[in-house]
């Protein structure tokens, strides 16, 4: 570790920057149209219990990872597994990151030209007309020029936090834009509580149904749970690298995992609460936040204030989590490469909009499309979110049970919780389980999208469920 590396500047710092990175889009937008979806409640127990058993394991791995080596991804596996092909594992981490945010910027950049809209009153010709909705927005995303320039000053402010550095950028910003997004989604759910019929949302939200929980649901909740904590593109390990021994990662990493998922159930309700009390379809899939939301808000007292206060959330939610993707990339080069912050912020981040660029194209006429014949916003979706992200989190679940070991694993643990009295050989015993499990889990995930890729049917459907 360099003497002047940076650390952050308190533990809530940390907590907050690390669960603003867990805490992005898939929380309030996909979260809200998977459960609508799925079967709602059913849906989110499972999701909820998938997040203990699959996330709460990798997610202290990569932390513990990340404060013992105090290196990002590339160099934290080179130290702990010297002469090993396991420095593979970090490169696949700062690669993955590099995809995620060519397209996130773009979709960060909706959320921008959103909260703008709804301000100036875009909405409300838009009020009870999904179809006039939805031609806005397609006209928008397949625009040529447009949308490009929305995501260009959301990458500009994405790196302009990141150049300012871990103290002064990232946790001063985490500071200000996670409790906004708390705060203002709680106004939300109040109001969308007060709403006539909003009380359904609840019912759709929290009471299980069970027979409307599929196979098909399950792998899905056992996929976000994985994704919504930014695991397996070595965010958490970068971010773990800035903390000081004094941390205690476990009651750091559950506080992680709570705020993530307190914010994601406060996006459902406020979400729920608004779309039932109107009479929207629950289950619209994707075009609920895009298509749905904009018609509804302008039917509600003083809408032009709520789909404002909802929009912006998005952007922030999307913005705290970019930043961290950006942090990964950045801490590479200057940990391995001995760059300047402002030099590796401002190339790659020149790079990722450039890339992004024809993420943003390929939505409308000029179709860059695969061999797999989807649009190249969606090639690099599939390729992160099926692929790289889970053989990612799986390899460094394998790594810390075979390579690292549980043993010094939990030595790292240990170091700032010394007052606390804890049977270490039963913590030992079911470290191991959740790791065991954790890492079949998700290359149970990778193996159905292979299968589904290859013989064009997922394992479930194999099976005749």
């Known amino acids: 570790m360099s003497d002047n590396r940076e650390q952050w500047g308190s533990k809530l710092g940390f ?18 149209h998977m459960a609508g979806q799925n079967g709602g409640a059913a849906f989110t127990i499972v999701y909820l219990v998938c997040i203990l058993i699959v996330g709460l394991p990798i997610l202290l791995g990569e932390l513990a990872v990340g404060r013992n080596t105090q290196l990002s991804p590339v160099g934290a ?7 090993s092909n396991w420095k593979w594992v970090g490169f696949l981490g700062v690669a993955s990151a590099f995809v995620i945010l060519s397209f996130y910027g773009v979709v960060g950049g909706w959320t921008l030209r959103y ?24 006209n928008f995303i397949s625009s040529a020029i447009n949308p490009i320039i929305w995501q260009l000053v959301f990458m500009a402010v994405c790196m302009g936090i990141i150049i300012k550095g871990v103290k002064l950028g990232i946790e001063e910003g ?75 990662l476990i009651n750091s990493a559950i506080w992680v995992i709570l705020l993530d ?5 406060l996006a459902g309700t406020a979400i729920f609460t608004i779309v039932f009390a109107m009479g929207a379809d629950p289950s619209a899939g994707a075009g609920l936040i895009f298509v749905v939301l904009p018609t509804i808000f302008p039917q509600i007292g003083g809408g032009l204030v709520w789909g404002t206060l909802f929009f912006f959330i998005l952007f922030m939610a999307a913005l705290t989590s970019a930043i961290s993707i950006l942090e990964v990339i950045t801490a590479y080069f200057i940990d391995e490469k001995g760059w300047s912050r402002q030099k590796a912020t401002l190339l790659f981040g020149g790079v990722i909009t450039f890339v992004g660029v024809f993420c943003s194209l390929s939505m409308g006429s000029f179709n860059i499309t695969t061999a797999l014949d989807i649009s190249f916003f969606d090639f690099l979706d599939e390729l992160s979110s099926k692929y790289m992200l889970p053989i990612g989190g799986a390899l ?20 700032g919780m010394e007052h606390i009295n804890l049977d270490w050989n039963f913590v030992k015993n079911i470290s191991n389980i959740l790791f065991i499990v954790s890492a079949l889990i998700v290359c149970l995930i990778i193996f159905n999208e292979l299968t589904a890729l290859v013989l064009g049917i997922s394992l479930q459907e194999m099976a005749g469920l």
């Not at 596996?77 to 002469?83: H, I, Q, S, V």
């Not at 709804?118 to 009870?128: A, H, K, P, R």
């Not at 500071?175 to 997004?181: E, F, R």
Request: aromatic share 12%; no cysteine; proline share 3%.
């Open 15 to 32: 907590i907050l920057a690390a669960s603003g990175s867990a805490v992005g889009l898939g929380n309030i937008w996909k979260y809200p």
């Open 77 to 83: 596996f080179t130290r702990l597994a010297k002469g």
């Open 115 to 138: 909260t703008i809209y709804s301000l100036f009153g875009g909405f409300e010709s838009l009020s009870g007309n999904p179809d006039a909705s939805g031609e806005v927005f397609n």
């Open 174 to 248: 985490a500071k200000i834009m996670m409790p906004l997004i708390i705060i203002i989604l709680g106004v939300l759910v109040v109001r969308g509580l007060t709403l006539e019929g909003g009380s359904e949302g609840l019912n759709f939200l929290f009471k299980p149904k069970f027979s409307d929980l599929t196979p098909s649901s399950i792998v899905l909740a056992l996929g976000h749970a994985f994704f919504t904590l930014s695991l397996g593109m070595g965010t958490m390990i970068t971010y773990g690298s800035y903390l000081d021994k004094k941390q205690n």
């Open 261 to 265: 998922t307190a914010i994601a159930m």
């Open 396 to 415: 460094t679940g394998i790594f810390i049970l075979n390579k690292w070991g549980i043993g010094l694993f939990l030595d790292e643990i240990k170091i």
